[in-house]
């Protein structure tokens, strides 16, 4: 492969050989922003009005906004309803001897709650009623 070297320099020469753009004078600096304080946005500090925590003078922290209120404290639930014992089948929470007192001794207890053939008895959980 052969350089031709006129050829590159002719195409670097047109390269450059461009308008001159010049340089655009920079803009016009903007504006300081306001300080958070300065509600009239005057520029000064109107101690009257914008030293909203009363030091004397205005800074960020009169920027602060009012604390708000404490929350409510909850009132407690209700007490929830008493459950229902194991054996009280027919759930009027009283002792009915006649078909509750499984084991005959005269009283319900949790005695009465388990199955009569003992080993593989079946353990009946009840849910409670609605109140
Ligand atoms: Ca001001
Ligand atoms: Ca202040
Ligand atoms: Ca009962
Ligand atoms: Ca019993």
Redesign the pocket.
């Known amino acids: 492969m052969t350089i031709n070297t006129p050829r590159i320099v002719a195409l670097a020469l047109a390269a450059c050989a461009g308008t001159d753009q010049g340089f655009v004078a920079d803009g016009v600096d903007g504006m300081n922003g306001l300080a958070c304080w ?3 946005e ?5 101690t009257a009005v ?1 030293d909203i925590n009363g030091d004397g003078e205005c800074s960020v922290l009169d920027c602060r906004g009012e604390d708000g209120s404490d929350g409510v404290v909850a009132l407690d639930g209700s007490p929830g309803v008493d459950g229902i014992h194991c054996w009280d089948i027919d759930e009027n929470y009283e002792c009915n001897v006649d078909t509750e007192d499984q084991n005959g001794d005269g009283e319900c207890s949790q005695i009465d709650c388990i199955s009569a053939n003992g080993l593989n008895g079946e353990q009946v959980h009840r849910a409670r009623p609605e109140p």
């Open positions: 300065d509600l009239d005057s520029g000064d500090c109107f914008e």
